[in-house]
């Protein structure tokens, strides 16, 4: 069975900064795209960013300038760096790797790492 682990995430002030780290466990498929993205109170959930096994990376708006998603050589974990941190960056923040190996096709999700910027 094939897993998302995500680790990082908590508490930050206004201007802090936060790591959140992404992989998959268990049986090894190919990654096609690790995208992260976050659920506010009251919200939708929306994508932060995303990057392609191509290398191909975007940003939503709201964090372009602040947040850098990257990735070890090998591919994962996936690493959303939190910079420049602002209240309405808190939320619960979900990784999702889309992937597939031969026949099979992966679309998995996280369990969510909450995150909390004071102000």
């Known amino acids: 069975q094939v897993q998302v682990e995500e680790s990082g995430g908590g508490l930050a002030q206004t201007g802090g900064s936060l790591t959140l780290s992404c992989a998959p466990s268990?049986?090894?498929?190919?990654?096609?795209?690790v995208g992260w993205y976050r659920q506010g109170p009251g919200s939708q959930r929306e994508l932060v960013a995303q990057i392609t096994s191509g290398g191909s990376i975007n940003y939503a708006d709201s964090v372009k300038g602040r947040f850098t998603v990257s990735r070890d050589y090998a591919g994962t974990p996936v690493y959303l760096q939190m910079n420049r941190l602002k209240p309405e960056d808190t939320a619960v923040y979900f990784c999702?790797?889309?992937?597939?190996?031969?026949?099979?096709?992966?679309?998995?999700w996280g369990q969510g790492t909450q995150v909390t910027v004071s102000s």
């Open positions: 999702n790797i889309r992937g597939d190996s031969g026949t099979i096709s992966y679309d998995l």
């Open positions: 268990g049986s090894a498929f190919r990654i096609v795209a």
